[in-house]
């Protein structure tokens, strides 16, 4: 393998392992945006609750509920926004490869990652959360 095809191939693997991060990223931030959805949903049927419970400790029960959802609420909005800079760290890199490739003459849009490296499941051994920028 000459020089210049092993750099092309080490930039088509970096390449392949940001797009796999970024799709377990973005299949995160799918998850997590459905748990605020659902937290928020809970969250206003407890506040109808609260409003519409006129005996005095009922209501602390409903408040102390929503005091526990909201607190719940901040939680997963910043999980979400932790991942959604991942996300925009992963675009960032994706594009620099990408341009790099488009140097060298390679239509990164043409890369199939399961025509390079085949449709089996992709176990991220190489890539550590711990190595990432953020």
């Keep these: 393998m000459t020089e210049e095809n092993r750099m092309t191939a080490v930039k088509l693997n970096v390449y392949r392992q940001w797009m796999f991060s970024q799709q377990d990223v973005r299949f995160d931030v799918d998850e997590i945006q459905f748990d605020l959805e659902c937290r928020r949903y809970e969250r206003d049927v407890t506040q109808r609750l ?5 005996n005095e400790k009922e209501r602390q029960h409903w408040q102390k509920q ?21 996300n925009a760290y992963c675009e960032a890199m994706i594009a620099q490869i990408r341009s790099d490739l488009e140097a060298e003459g390679i239509d990164a ?14 176990i ?10 953020f």
Excluded: I, W
Aim: net charge negative.
């Design 50 to 54: 609260y409003e519409a419970t006129t």
């Design 66 to 86: 929503l005091d526990r959802l909201n607190k719940a609420l901040e939680d997963v909005k910043a999980s979400l926004a932790k991942k959604q800079k991942q």
């Design 109 to 122: 849009n043409a890369c199939y990652l399961e025509d390079m490296f085949g449709s089996e499941p992709f």
């Design 124 to 133: 991220d051994d190489e890539f550590f959360a711990e190595d990432a920028p």
